[in-house]
């Protein structure tokens, strides 16, 4: 290892900024098993997945054979607004923990989106703008994802309809306005717009709405409008491929002062930012060139991969997109309330499910109320008040510095905080006020997740 | 001008950062008149600030003659948790004005508390701490200070009271629950724990209460509390002094590209940000070493200098503080409801008001309506979603490159950009929704606000 002194703060030149994306899975031995169209059961073709998502994104999709795919200088241009993000020693939680471990984090937070989301927006809007479509829709739940595509469609001049499951449109009035200044059209859902939100509506006049309804909606809007694609901001492959600046960003500046991780952490809901931290530290284990231990956290109220099962199953509750091959809980699935929305989601991305099944990585379920008293530690000593999502991974991180502590092994250990918490301070006022519970699913509520899986 | 590619972010090194503090009064050729005990009406003792303030500040508050001021080994450690703050080339933002002007803005936004205080919270704190004093007082309005001083006290482990103007307690819960996180006793203001508090109840039970009353809770908690000081974030000459950072930093950058600006802006509320951006700047023009072009901003609904006195006055509305020589539009002076809350101060910056009266710099004044239309356009193309407060100078700093545009002048303009806008949304709400309004005060509204100056 080398003798420099390692920065408080790494931050990467324009020049050392990544010119490619990783795609992990042409380093991967077995691919995972394709997308199904539910209706014939058969593979999804690119001209099916043509008609909802952009060309160059389901090209992408597609794609196993590439180990690199470059990125167009116009959205490297658009990466430079918030890019890079800082590479951090946390050298004060190293003494607040008293651990002999070095660690270090990854800070996607430092944009207005608050969160790594914007990486996939900013290559999606690029591609619908490069096809010629004039605008795209999607879906938000609570306003991150929105957001980052607000932004990212005000830069590229692209009209958007973000879909908003209502009560957090009516819950979260200024994460609406956020979206607004950036020029997007944020429409509650259900709406009486589309056939699939007014159906809803009928059937149940005062719903509160749900992701799976805000999904369908923003398809259908996507699908019968002209020049319109959807944009989805997880879970599929090349969402996770445009994660992979993230990782590579990290290697690099690592690279630079000969630090080689040994255990690489990241929070997982649909999976997107977790595949992208670890792309090029696990495309070289896949290789054989290290031994990383690599753990996906999530929440014990939603543990997908801890107690799910590999399974084909919807990426959606109203069962209206493909089936993918991965690790679920079944879309019928029902989160009990926990503060990290992010991380609510009955499936995981199937590349990062794959690499879970075949053993190149683990997985930890964590308590919301510990993720907390993480969460205030940390921001107490590296100043950052952090997204409950993002202290998943911050409460593993701490587990294992202690373990070292305790061992006295000088572990390196990396993990990503994806974002900031400055919109989820109702979470934080129910930890102050002791008031925050946990949830664990009973084997009766997986039981009857699982029961919604599809029938092949 | 060197033919170096600028990049789109400057981010210093380690080393690079400054090690000190510029003092702006040691180049200035004339000081301005001293603070006076309304009492007396001779000037303060340092023993007579030592009651209420950290003994180093007095210090660095009375130094007028050392050009440099040391930045202790332990401050910079923590500045490392959020500085170097980057310094932004606005190629996007020259793109859509299509002017030939450089336009440079250095962002002070990317830390919890959202905004530059940080920098003398950081000082301020660890002088308490140093002092062996165990815990500090101070007020807070929006909330910002008041984050900014909660990280700070976290971080050297100092007790801290804030007392928050009751209306914003009441409608920024979420604020409060930041600065409980890191660990502050936040009390609504007016409170019954101190006798301005207890009066002020017992006259007018249902108050909001105010800024004025909030200092005098402070301020009475500090004095009568062993091992404790009360700390200000902004108008006094040390708070100033701490902000040196920015424009050193920015100046540091700009130097490695051999980039010398013509104009550099900036809001001014209580002064001390834009003293601390053009320190650097404005000590080489008292030289005769430049003739650059410095403009503070303020909103037209509370024009201190541009529409005040150049008096001595009350720093805080209940008559409580020393009376300093500024530009003022009187301590009664009632700003009309405007969302730059941080710029609505009747007064300015003694140093800052001092450079002014003698010519070195001018002011402009400008409505919200406009200014908030120039943040709309900033954010669509540079990504962050600025304060309402920084977007006084962005508005400024537009205007100045379109007649760029109009002139052909390649001028280099510099603004500081103090915070982002994500606890302003309400702002942004009335702006999208068309219902902002302006305020301007009118003759009448002056002459009230005069005839509240002391006389002596």
């Avoid at 890019?83 to 660690?103: D, G, N």
């Avoid at 595509?149 to 973000?162: I, W």
């Avoid at 008293?373 to 202290?391: D, T, W, Y």
């Avoid at 006022?429 to 664990?440: A, H, L, Q, R």
Wanted: aromatic share 10%; net charge neutral.
């Amino acid at each position: 290892m080398s003798a420099k002194k390692i920065p408080y703060k790494m931050y990467l030149s324009e020049e050392e900024m990544p010119k490619t994306w990783l795609n992990l899975k042409a380093f991967m031995p077995d691919q995972h098993d394709p997308f199904l169209n539910p209706a014939t059961g058969k593979p999804c073709t690119a001209e099916e997945l043509e008609a909802v998502f952009c060309t160059e994104c389901v090209e992408q999709e597609l794609n196993s054979t590439d180990r690199e795919i470059e990125i167009p200088a116009d959205i490297r241009n658009f990466y430079k607004t918030f890019r890079p993000s800082p590479l951090v020693r946390a050298y004060f939680l190293e003494e607040m923990l008293k651990t002999p471990a070095q660690i270090y984090y990854k800070f996607e937070g430092n944009n207005t989106s608050g969160s790594h989301k914007l990486n996939s927006a900013a290559a999606q809007a690029y591609y619908a703008k490069k096809q010629g479509l004039t605008s795209v829709t999607t879906e938000t739940g609570a306003g991150q994802w929105g957001t980052a595509l607000a932004m990212a469609c005000a830069f590229y001049g692209l009209d958007l309809k973000v879909f908003m499951v209502k009560t957090s449109y009516e819950q979260k009035p200024y994460r609406k306005e956020v979206m607004k200044t950036y020029g997007a059209d944020v429409v509650a859902s259900p709406s009486d717009t589309t056939e699939a939100g007014r159906k809803i509506l009928s059937e149940f006049p005062g719903t509160g709405g749900s992701l799976g309804c805000a999904i369908a909606e923003a398809v259908e809007t996507a699908v019968k409008t002209q020049n319109c694609r959807y944009v989805l901001g997880s879970v599929l492959d090349h969402v996770l491929l445009h994660q992979t600046v993230i990782g590579q960003e990290s290697k690099i500046a690592l690279d630079k002062y000969g630090v080689q991780p040994d255990v690489v952490i990241g929070c997982a809901g649909g999976g997107s930012n977790f595949g992208g931290l670890i792309a090029p530290f696990m495309a070289e284990k896949l290789q054989g060139k290290n031994n990383i231990d690599f753990i996906g956290v999530e929440p014990a109220s939603c543990p997908s991969m801890s107690r799910g099962k590999y399974a084909y199953d919807f990426c959606d509750s109203a069962k209206i997109t493909p089936l993918a091959k991965m690790y679920t809980l079944g879309c019928g699935f029902m989160p009990s309330p926990d503060h990290a929305g992010g991380l609510r989601y009955h499936g995981m991305s199937p590349v990062v499910s794959k690499l879970y099944h075949d053993g190149y990585m683990r997985v930890r379920a964590v308590k919301q109320t510990e993720v907390f008293a993480a969460a205030e530690k940390f921001a107490r000593c590296e100043g950052i008040l952090p997204a409950p999502e993002s202290s998943h991974a911050i409460k593993v991180a701490m587990d294992e510095a202690i373990k070292c502590r305790e061992t006295g092994e000088k572990k390196v250990i990396l993990f990503g905080l994806t974002g900031t918490g400055y919109f989820d301070l109702a979470a934080y006022k129910s930890f102050n006020e002791g008031t925050m519970k946990d949830y664990i699913p009973t084997e009766e509520d997986l039981a009857r997740g699982f029961a919604s899986l599809p029938r092949l």
